[in-house]
T-cell receptor, first 114, second 116 residues
Framework: AQSVAQPEDQVNVAEGNPLTVKCTYS??????LFWYVQYPNRGLQFLLK??????LVKGSYGFEAEFNKSQTSFHLKKPSALVSDSALYFC????????????FGTGTRLKVLA | NAGVMQNPRHLVRRRGQEARLKCSPM?????VYWYRQLPEEGLKFMVY????????ESGMPKERFSAEFPKEGPSILRIQQVVRGDSAAYFC??????????????FGDGTRLSIL
């Protein structure tokens, strides 16, 4: 069975500092991995995805993520955090075959402190 | 281009009533997914539909819940005889024809359902 784990419920970081939001996955075969962000009372917004190729994926709003096959991880990163980055972040894995539904992690709340 | 439109944004029902949640996918999208988000939790898959067909309903409760996506009009998630435990945010997502696994789904802003 496929699964995604986000081990941190909350991450606090000072504005201007680098941030990392962790995600590990368990799938059979090659994973399709996604990061989404959710602001209060809004839907999920797509940030970036890993399908194949370069392990470092760049996405929206200056975010990037590093795919590490040996550690089965797909951590979200940003070199310099902004207060406006404060939100709920979800990692997701998608079935390659079948119905293509997402399996989501439980989410990590990011707080960027001014 | 309009994104995925969900309405209503907020819905209040009393126990035993019916709740109807609507989702209009992005233009050109014929694949619709419904997810449920409980407070402080991630999203859980409920059902996947293509026009006039239910493809995967493995996440739907066996009773009281149903979904449709007619040839014309929005997708509807229907909850009959609602109970307090149905209180949640319900999100709809859509993807274009083919529903390729490497393409992101596009999410609406959700319907917040509250049961009194």
């Amino acid at each position: 069975a496929q699964s995604v784990a986000q081990p941190e419920d909350q991450v606090n970081v000072a504005e201007g500092n680098p941030l990392t939001v962790k995600c590990t996955y368990s799938v059979s075969g090659n994973p399709y991995l996604f990061w989404y962000v959710q602001y209060p009372n809004r839907g999920l917004q797509f940030l970036l995805k890993y399908i194949t190729g370069d392990n470092l994926v760049k996405g929206s709003y200056g975010f990037e993520a590093e795919f590490n096959k040996s550690q089965t991880s797909f951590h979200l990163k940003k070199p310099s955090a902004l207060v406006s980055d404060s939100a709920l972040y979800f990692c997701a894995v998608r079935a390659i075959a079948g119905t293509y539904k997402y399996i989501f992690g439980t989410g990590t709340r990011l707080k960027v402190l001014a | 281009n309009a994104g995925v439109m969900q309405n209503p944004r907020h819905l209040v029902r009393r126990r035993g009533q019916e709740a109807r949640l609507k989702c209009s996918p992005m233009k050109g999208h014929s694949h619709v997914y419904w997810y449920r988000q409980l407070p402080e939790e991630g999203l859980k898959f409920m059902v996947y539909l293509q026009k006039e067909n239910i493809i995967d309903e493995s996440g739907m409760p066996k009773e009281r819940f149903s979904a449709e996506f007619p040839k014309e009009g929005p997708s509807i998630l229907r909850i009959q005889q609602v109970v307090r435990g149905d209180s949640a945010a319900y999100f709809c997502a859509s993807s274009p024809d083919g529903g390729a696994a490497n393409q992101p789904q596009h999410f609406g802003d959700g319907t917040r359902l509250s049961i009194l």
